[in-house]
């Protein structure tokens, strides 16, 4: 009998796990996935992600209607919204340490990991998808989506 764990046991979630898609303006095209229960969208007022290197900070929230918010690190956040990939992952909360962020999908599966960020700022809302991206070295700000 070998020693090792089940693949059951392996497969379990030690962290927070969200899958937001951003299918359309409607009312109705937010799509999120939390830890494997979908959480419906007349629930949910906003999910926010803000990096802030300036401040060593990393936060994500989902704001419901009804109360409740969720702190979505630490774990992985993937968001897909007008044929655009952002990849999250934060160690902890409020702490850049350990945070991995990636965008785009290639052919391989991964994304190109982005460096050199003052700050990301994502809003997501039912009929609103925004993401800006502020490069440290000269502060240029973009748009992703």
Do not use: C
Not at 41 to 57: A, N, Y
Not at 58 to 69: D, F, Y
Request: net charge negative.
């Amino acid at each position: 009998m070998s020693n090792r764990p089940s693949a059951a046991q392996v497969a379990g979630l030690d962290t927070n796990l969200t899958w937001i898609v951003y299918e359309s303006d409607s009312a109705d095209g937010l799509h999120v996935l939390h830890n494997g229960q979908a959480i419906l969208t007349g629930s949910i007022e906003s999910i926010s992600v803000d990096i802030d290197s300036e401040k060593g900070t990393v936060t994500a929230i989902l704001v419901r209607r009804e109360g409740n918010n969720i702190s979505l690190f630490p774990g992985s956040i993937e968001i897909i919204a007008k044929e655009k990939r952002l990849s999250l992952s934060a160690v902890e909360a409020n702490n850049l340490e350990g945070l991995y962020f990636g965008i785009g999908l290639r052919p391989d599966g991964t994304s190109d990991q982005v460096q050199g960020v003052k700050s990301l700022r994502v809003v997501l809302t039912p009929g609103l998808a925004s993401a800006k991206l502020t490069w440290s070295e000269d502060s240029t700000e973009e748009t992703i989506f």
